[in-house]
């Protein structure tokens, strides 16, 4: 049998992302605990599943570093400014602006271990990296600062984007933000970084790099509707 601990903080575990992770894992069983602001999970699975169990875990992880935390970091320079769609775009582009090195760097720091302390990788596996992350989040202040209105940020956004992919993607439901890649097939991992739905189909669009995005007329809430206009190619059934 196979078995690991993950140790996480409350402050990176909003919305309790790594159990509903944990969740998802074909052939893992687990237990939480709570302490001191803590949340602790003794993970395992029988021997023949280790080798999936085990790379799913290391997976969740690291998308969780790279994308809530990595987030956190970025809105802690920001204060207490309200996030709209354009702001979301924006802060979503430098989310993902170029991290192909940051997602194999992370990874390959969580490789290695057998057990893992979320917040010990973060401090101090990944120090250098948060120092980035916090300067992404000073950039986007002072960028706003300059009284930027909306088609400036959304144009900033586009060119922190680049080239993007020839995918189209379909939103099926908004409510319960289900997308699924029409060009390749299979549904969207869709992570759930911001406490607004609206904002985390923006992500997942800005995330896939897809160049057009199909949505059902039941499906097109207006608010959503301006924000995917300015960054993709919209079409509506």
């Given at each position: 049998?196979?078995q690991s601990t993950i140790l996480i903080s409350k402050q990176f575990n909003k919305e309790d992302?790594?159990?509903?992770?944990?969740?998802?894992?074909?052939?893992?069983?687990?237990?939480?605990?709570?302490?001191?602001?803590?949340?602790?999970?003794?993970?395992?699975s029988k021997e023949y599943d280790k080798d999936g169990c085990q790379t799913a875990v290391r997976?969740?992880?690291?998308?969780?570093?790279?994308?809530?935390?990595?987030?956190?970091?970025?809105?802690?320079?920001?204060?207490?400014?309200?996030?709209?769609?354009?702001?979301?775009?924006?802060?979503?582009?430098?989310?993902?602006?170029?991290?192909?090195?940051?997602?194999?760097?992370?990874?390959?720091?969580?490789?290695?271990?057998?057990?893992?302390?979320?917040?010990?990788?973060?401090?101090?596996?990944?120090?250098?990296?948060?120092?980035?992350?916090?300067?992404?989040?000073?950039?986007?202040?002072?960028?706003?600062?300059?009284?930027?209105?909306?088609?400036?940020?959304?144009?900033?956004?586009?060119?922190?984007?680049?080239?993007?992919?020839?995918?189209?993607?379909?939103?099926?439901?908004?409510?319960?933000?289900?997308?699924?890649?029409?060009?390749?097939?299979?549904?969207?991992?869709?992570?759930?970084?911001?406490?607004?739905?609206?904002?985390?189909i923006i992500n997942a669009i800005v995330k896939y790099g897809a160049s057009e995005v199909v949505?059902?007329?039941?499906?097109?809430?207006?608010?959503?509707?301006?924000?995917?206009?300015?960054?993709?190619?919209?079409?509506?059934?």
């Amino acid at each position: 049998m196979w078995q690991s601990t993950i140790l996480i903080s409350k402050q990176f575990n909003k919305e309790d992302v790594l159990k509903k992770g944990l969740e998802r894992i074909e052939g893992l069983y687990f237990a939480e605990g709570e302490e001191d602001g803590y949340m602790s999970y003794d993970v395992a699975s029988k021997e023949y599943d280790k080798d999936g169990c085990q790379t799913a875990v290391r997976e969740l992880i690291a998308d969780i570093i790279l994308n809530n935390v990595k987030l956190q970091f970025i809105l802690s320079s920001l204060g207490k400014r309200a996030i709209d769609t354009s702001l979301c775009t924006l802060i979503s582009s430098m989310l993902y602006y170029e991290n192909k090195k940051e997602e194999e760097f992370v990874r390959k720091q969580i490789a290695a271990l057998k057990n893992y302390c979320v917040d010990g990788i973060v401090n101090f596996r990944l120090r250098d990296l948060v120092n980035e992350w916090k300067e992404l989040g000073s950039i986007i202040l002072n960028t706003i600062g300059k009284g930027f209105g909306e088609k400036e940020i959304y144009s900033l956004a586009l060119y922190m984007l680049g080239e993007r992919k020839d995918t189209s993607l379909f939103i099926a439901d908004s409510r319960e933000i289900l997308i699924t890649n029409v060009t390749q097939g299979g549904l969207v991992k869709v992570p759930e970084i911001y406490g607004d739905k609206i904002h985390n189909i923006i992500n997942a669009i800005v995330k896939y790099g897809a160049s057009e995005v199909v949505i059902e007329r039941g499906n097109a809430d207006k608010e959503l509707l301006n924000a995917l206009r300015n960054i993709v190619d919209v079409k509506i059934l």
